[in-house]
């Protein structure tokens, strides 16, 4: 099964994203910030991660850079999923590596569309 | 809803714009009609097509483009756009290669996704700065949709459905919570509201035809109609692009498919009159 690591500090939002990637055949975790995000990828590394941008202890961009130094950190797909929905954003996420980009609200097409995308549908 | 309702809309429907309703819900037709009802005052769908025995023309138009009107999004079956980049464009390319001009025709454009993913692909070959003259025509029976595409301002879901993030970022700039399409993007594509019914006349000389998932809701003399007319507005070497389901097997024997390519086809060899006359 696949894996998907779902990083935002708002519980409820990790709750409908895991929810809906479950639905979609991910096998999921979570993590609240970019520290334990970290933490997490050291352990397992996922298939794909869906990423917050503002978060306590590590902002979603500061956790993908580091994230893409680590061993095997470049496998991993992300995308980030943020209410950050401006262009400088999402190119400044792009420019750290990230894979797409989800700009909340969202729905299960939105990410089905952008599992699509990333090849992960 | 009355059976005498749902007939009378069926037939003119058809009368209209060629589309079966076939066994339609109640359910499907009331809600497409709602905002009609809602516009036009009435308050049921009997009301609504009481009026319309009575022959008026803008009530009858705007519950033609209620009916006909289908959601689209960008790069949507994406597979037909993989064959258009890998396959028909390259080809295009080299066999274009002197006139530097390409023709592609959008035949039912909807909000103008399709027409503006076409053009986001031409774009990738960077053609206008190479002396090419590009004209993505996108046309739709629906007057207001076809407004929408030429404002070419897309919603927040509207831009996240189909459309990879490094595009938007490249081809729309932001208004609000909305994006708008790129000037360079809008310059390739005329838009114009255009009944597939009607005449093709005023088409000439296409090289790409896109017709996706339009046959699929025709009365057949319709079909046959559509088919026969893009026949002789293509050109012998151009493109059919049909939704990956459709063919136009049984309807006319003026197209080919192309072998591991569903939904392309291309003029058939023994109907080309401009090759055997050539």
Same mark, same amino acid.
């Given at each position: ?25 991910? =096998?999921?975790? =979570? ?6 995000? !970290?933490?997490?990828?050291? +352990?397992?590394?996922? $298939? ?5 941008? %503002? ?30 929905? @401006? ?12 894979? $797409? ?15 699509? $995308?990333?090849?992960?549908? | ?28 037709? =009331?809600?497409?009609?709602? *905002? ?21 023309? +803008? ?12 959601? %689209? ?19 295009? !390319? ?69 459309? *990879? ?31 597939? !019914? ?20 025709? @009365? ?7 088919? @026969?007319?893009? %026949? ?39 109907? !080309? ?6």
């Amino acid at each position: 099964m696949r894996s998907c690591l779902v990083v935002d500090d708002s519980r409820v939002i990790r709750k409908v994203a895991c929810r809906i990637l479950s639905d979609l055949g991910f =096998e999921t975790a =979570e993590a609240e910030d970019g520290v334990t995000a !970290l933490e997490s990828c050291r +352990a397992h590394m996922p $298939e794909m991660i869906l990423l917050d941008w %503002s978060m306590p202890n590590m902002s979603g961009v500061e956790f993908l850079r580091a994230l893409r130094r680590e061993r095997a950190g470049d496998k991993p797909v992300v995308v980030f999923c943020t209410t950050e929905n @401006d262009v400088n954003s999402i190119t400044e996420a792009l420019g750290a590596g990230a894979n $797409e980009y989800i700009m909340k609200p969202f729905d299960r097409d939105i990410i089905q569309a952008k599992l699509a $995308e990333v090849g992960l549908a | 809803m009355k059976p005498d309702d749902v007939a009378y809309l069926t037939h003119m429907l058809r009368r209209r714009s060629g589309m079966m309703l076939g066994r339609a819900k109640p359910e499907f037709i =009331e809600g497409r009609l709602a *905002p009609v009802m809602r516009r036009f005052g009435f308050k049921d769908v009997s009301g609504l097509v009481a009026e319309l025995r009575h022959g008026r023309d +803008a009530l009858a138009r705007a519950v033609t483009e209620a009916m006909t009107t289908n959601e %689209s999004s960008f790069f949507r079956d994406r597979p037909s756009f993989d064959v258009f980049e890998q396959l028909v464009l390259p080809a295009l !390319l080299t066999r274009r290669g002197s006139a530097k001009r390409l023709r592609i025709w959008s035949a039912a454009c909807a909000a103008g996704q399709e027409a503006y993913s076409i053009a986001m692909l031409l774009d990738d070959h960077k053609l206008a700065a190479k002396g090419w003259t590009i004209d993505v025509i996108a046309t739709d029976i629906s007057a207001e949709m076809v407004a929408r595409g030429e404002q070419g301002l897309y919603g927040h879901f509207e831009v996240q459905r189909g459309l *990879p993030v490094r595009r938007l970022v490249d081809h729309f700039s932001q208004e609000g919570s909305s994006w708008r399409v790129g000037e360079n993007l809008r310059r390739m594509v005329t838009f114009r509201p255009f009944n597939l !019914l009607d005449s093709f006349g005023w088409l000439e000389d296409i090289d790409v035809v896109f017709c996706r998932n339009v046959l699929m809701y025709l @009365d057949h003399k319709a079909k046959v109609g559509v088919l @026969d007319q893009i %026949s002789e507005v293509l050109l012998p070497d151009g493109y059919l692009m049909l939704g990956s389901v459709e063919t136009p097997q049984g309807l006319s024997n003026a197209f080919d498919p192309v072998p591991g390519s569903p939904g392309l086809y291309v003029p058939a060899r023994a109907a !080309l009159p401009r090759q055997a006359v050539g």
